[in-house]
């Protein structure tokens, strides 16, 4: 089953400054992209490497109560520093992927500063851990795609996956053995950049 990148998560305990961080290191700004039902809110970089994905910058939403699925990696894990903490694809068939998991979709929505709301349906990621090196996965059925937002002005230049089987995706992954980690170097206005900087 062909499986392409949707989009790459870097969480963090607090957006704004995730945000700001991220916007010295690469010279691009993020666009806010709304706020999660489960409270998280996030901002959102379209790529141009590879077609079609984007990275999410999430962290919890500063207009909710609390975080109340710690999908994200964001409210019970170990480290409280922002970082890449886990990566998304979008499979032919999501539902076949499920099935193929032993696992099943649930439907999750975001709404947007612009007062429209996307759904989706999703394999979730795996919750309270610093780094999911296993991708969960997306169908956005009829919503627009989030990397239409805007121009991108960036692009994923590598990803390495470390702990994690490796399997076929349409960009040059690379698999490691070890601890859970993932990696992310994208080429930017400011040339080439680690995230493990941010």
Known sequence: ??????????????????????????????????????????????????????????????EADAVTEDNFAIASTSTKNPRVAGWCIRPEDLGKLAQQRGTRTEAMSRHTPEGTTLSWRLIVPERGVDYAPVPFAIDWEDSPHPSKIAEPKAGIHSLKVQGAESFEVEFPVEFAEGEPYLELVLDTPKGQVNLKDI
Do not use: C, K, W
């Open 1 to 62: 089953m062909t499986a392409y990148i949707d989009h790459i998560v870097i969480a963090a305990t607090d957006l704004n400054d995730l945000v700001t961080r991220f916007t010295q290191l690469t010279g691009v700004e993020p666009i806010p992209g709304g706020r999660h039902d489960f409270g998280t809110a996030n901002a959102l970089v379209p790529m141009s490497t590879p077609e079609g994905s984007y990275l999410e910058l999430i962290g919890p939403d500063p």
